[in-house]
């Protein structure tokens, strides 16, 4: 056998030694968008293919949105460039069902969220009055660009949740004084390492509408340093009322914190903006008209300490 030959024969066999390592440990780069969603949405009827694959192509964009926003602001850019790559070939596309990639995709989301959440380094300390400002202004800019529907999150997807007793109870209770019932119950870090359980309601009516209220009872922290879901006398004529008919709420993490926001019209533009405190009471901070601030709530204590 010449040199050429064996040069041949050697570069054969380390094709196939390669194969074989892909094969065995599994594929060394991501799917295309494309082929994931061939693979998971093959077993769809034709008729349903089409939804499918938009609603594959929704979660990727929040999984993006996700993803920039924790890449940069975290300290280890490269380590969560990273253990993004593996979590796509050993996550994702390990997904045969659109509902698994879904779920995946979101359950991922939430993962950055709590890397982003630690950078921002916000969430457990009580909010000003600029930091109050800050927000209404970013998020109204943002519902300007129709940038929001990409920022929330799907509460039809979230990780299911397992209620513990106690909890069941309090749930059962909140059934029974409000219009509807909660479709599904959902966790939220709200503080490190502390997930709050809140439950997303339909609320009935004449055209579809839903709220979301917690279902885990408020965490204990000084009423001077956490607002609460009571209303002061003075606050009465300055407190927005939460108004859902006709729309529905959703939860959008922004700036280091969580929101809840109702939307309105069809381009999802935000109204109502609420604050998930870190002790997993709901307040108003402002409505928004179009890419403005129409109002806000004056309720912030400047001195407010922990």
Request: aromatic fraction near 6%; proline fraction near 5%; include cysteine.
């Amino acid at each position: 056998m010449n040199i050429n030959s064996r040069i041949h024969v050697a570069a054969l066999l380390v094709c196939a030694l390669t194969l074989r390592s892909t094969t065995a440990f599994g594929a060394t780069s991501a799917l295309p968008l494309d082929a994931l969603k061939a693979q998971v949405c093959r077993d769809a009827f034709e008729n349903q293919r089409s939804y499918c694959r938009n609603r594959i192509d929704e979660s990727d964009r929040k999984l993006n949105v996700a993803y920039r926003e924790a890449a940069s602001i975290a300290p280890r850019n490269r380590e969560l460039r990273a253990q993004q790559r593996r979590w796509l070939v050993e996550v994702r596309d390990r997904c045969m069902t659109d509902a698994c990639a879904r779920q995946t995709m979101n359950a991922r989301v939430l993962e950055l969220q709590e890397i982003a959440l630690r950078a921002w380094g916000r969430r457990e300390v009580p909010m000003t009055g600029d930091e109050q400002r800050e927000i209404c202004a970013g998020i109204a800019d943002l519902s300007s660009r129709n940038e929001v529907a990409d920022r929330l999150l799907p509460l039809e997807d979230m990780p299911p949740v397992i209620l513990p007793e106690p909890v069941k109870g309090i749930r059962s209770e909140l059934s029974r004084s409000m219009r509807g019932t909660p479709r599904q119950a959902f966790s939220l870090p709200i503080r490190r390492d502390v997930n709050f359980v809140f439950g997303n309601y339909d609320t009935g009516g004449s055209c579809y509408s839903s709220e979301i209220r917690a279902i885990s009872e408020p965490l204990h922290r000084p009423t001077e340093s956490w607002p609460s879901e009571e209303i002061d006398d003075e606050e009465e004529d300055d407190v927005i009322r939460w108004g859902t008919w006709g729309g529905g709420e959703s939860v959008l993490m922004f700036h280091g914190r969580y929101f809840v926001v109702t939307t309105r019209g069809p381009e999802g533009s935000v109204g109502i903006v609420t604050w998930i405190t870190p002790v997993g009471t709901r307040r108003p901070v402002c409505v928004l008209e179009k890419a403005r601030t129409e109002r806000t709530v004056s309720y912030f204590r400047e001195d407010a300490a922990l």
